[in-house]
């Protein structure tokens, strides 16, 4: 009865991670369109973050939404550590035993990893202090110029290479978190399926990451100038 109940809970708790997984999964694709509105010019990403800072509170209701979902996802990430090392795993619909990667391995390393670059991140372009001399610069239209400052602080080598490798670590942790969610909603229960989950997970996980890396690198060759 006692193993039925923390087997309910770690269900419960999985699902739960995989549905605060999927939002954020959706914020880093939306972002990432928002973000590439930059290969436009300087006009275009100008125009997309002035509408999102004119949008008060639609932009504060996504903040408040985002962070409720990525504190349940890192609590409940590590929950589910603990109890995994404490009490026996709860069995997927299909168990092929699978090898366990090096990338389900770290999980909750890459997970900080994650978390520390999602704090340097909003000291950077949101608050500032990073990088602070191309902060609050405005364009000729009296808009925030995004613009200038993601192309100075990508033309230094030191930034632009933080981010490559956080955003290299972010996509392996997508690539293996995608794949946990299809696991956890039994869409894996074939030996095909799971082959094409991996697949469909490497897929989106590589051109997510690609996308964003192609970002600080065009800026740091001068591509975009």
């Given at each position: 009865m006692k193993n039925n109940i923390i087997g309910s809970s770690v269900i419960?708790?999985?699902?739960?991670?995989?549905?605060?997984?999927?939002v954020l999964l959706g914020f880093i694709v939306g972002h990432l369109?928002?973000?590439?509105?930059?290969?436009?010019?300087?006009?275009?990403?100008?125009?997309y973050a002035h509408f999102l800072h004119k949008n008060t509170l639609l932009l504060y209701f996504a903040r408040i939404f985002l962070f409720i979902n990525l504190v349940t996802h890192i609590y409940l990430s590590i929950s589910l550590t603990l109890l995994n090392r404490h009490a026996k795993q709860i069995e997927y619909t299909?168990?092929?035993?699978?090898?366990?990667?090096?990338?389900?391995?770290?999980?909750?390393?890459?997970?900080?990893?994650?978390?520390?670059?999602?704090?340097?991140?909003?000291?950077?372009?949101?608050f500032g202090f990073i990088n602070p001399h191309a902060y609050g610069l405005l364009d000729h239209k009296k808009r925030f110029d995004v613009y200038t400052m993601v192309l100075d602080s990508f033309s230094n080598f030191y930034i632009s290479i933080t981010y490559v490798l956080a955003l290299l670590c972010l996509g392996m942790h997508l690539g293996?978190?995608?794949?946990?969610?299809?696991?956890?909603?039994?869409?894996?229960?074939?030996?095909?399926s799971i082959n094409n989950a991996k697949n469909i997970s490497t897929t989106i996980s590589v051109l997510?990451?690609?996308?964003?890396?192609?970002?600080?690198?065009?800026?740091?060759?001068?591509?975009?100038?």
């Open positions: 419960g708790k999985k699902i739960i991670l995989g549905f605060s997984g999927m369109i928002g973000n590439l509105s930059i290969l436009a010019g300087q006009d275009a990403i100008n125009s299909y168990n092929n035993n699978l090898r366990a990667t090096w990338a389900s391995k770290t999980m909750i390393i890459s997970g900080f990893v994650i978390l520390s670059f999602i704090i340097y991140h909003l000291l950077h372009f949101t293996h978190a995608f794949f946990s969610v299809c696991q956890t909603f039994s869409i894996t229960t074939t030996k095909q997510i990451i690609l996308g964003y890396i192609i970002i600080p690198m065009s800026i740091f060759f001068e591509v975009i100038s």
